[in-house]
């Protein structure tokens, strides 16, 4: 895979959004947390980064792992840490136990061992609990670099995938907190590839964009598909609404209800093309969810995502079709 250029994570997840005049990015990595400090002008300069090592992925699933072992033992005298195989299958469920518990307020967790299945009834608090000196750590740093009200905190997925840190966030720190979308930084760095692809050998470290504009602006990034590829896979072509696909046109196409009276589009989410991109669009009151991540501004979509327009509205799914 030819290498065509380097792009600083924190700047790409933040070109595509709105956001207060102090900015931080906040990411979580194996062994350490990583706080970016944003300057935020016509530019997206990266700043300060400071680096954590008391908070990291690896410490956090085997503090849930110990804990989990000991409610194991207290409710069912069953110890999942003794035997080999049975450790495996805890660290094997845990992360889609912690996906629940970032949605619902428990969970089940099976372990079955010497033919009998072990069972616990898993609680939010249960798993915030062991680690929430971690969290505290995070929100302490994080309000040490805050300006009151004038911050916004942009989060990474894999650390708005923690059960419970981001409402912790929020109630401890004036920031605004925002959780952003997995593909985030991948799809800044795209939306501004000509800026970050190098012509020549040498492959430059970007640590500066184009601040956010309220539409991303269409480019052309050159690509050479891989040998064998049967086609050139661009932007999404069609989103499939209950089995049924519509093309995606620049018009857009509108997710949501309309009062026929007031003829009111407040709580619509349209899909369009600009260019070579897809843009998903809403206004800033709904409660729109992209992959299972709340997103609160445009954003760039890339073929298989899932789009939620709302709540109790069904996923739509963007697709691309191929000759």
Sequence with gaps: MPVMGLVDAAVAAAVDRPARPRCLHLDIHLHRAVLTELDRGSEIVRGAVAEDSRAGLLGLYDTWARALARIFVRTTRFDPMHRAATEQVLYVQLHNHLAALTKEDTTTVTIPSGGRRHTIELGLEDVVGPVRPVYETLSTWVGDRSDSTETTLLVSDRLAGLPGLVAHLRESTDAEVVALHPAAAASGA???????????????????????????????????????????????????????????????????????????????????????????????SASIEVNGVAIESATVLTTGDRVRPAPDADDVLLVTMVE
């Design 190 to 284: 795209l939306a501004h590839g000509d800026r970050i692809c190098s012509g020549d050998r040498s492959v430059p470290f970007v640590t500066r964009l184009p601040a956010y504009d309220s539409r991303p602006t269409p480019v052309t990034v050159a690509v050479t598909p891989p040998p064998g590829s049967a086609a050139k896979i661009e932007a999404p072509t069609h989103v499939v609404v209950g089995g049924v696909a519509y093309r995606i046109s620049a018009e857009g196409i509108v997710l949501g209800s309309t009062d026929s009276e007031a003829g009111d589009r407040a709580d619509q989410v349209r899909i369009y093309r600009q260019g070579h991109q897809v843009i998903l669009e809403g206004p800033s």
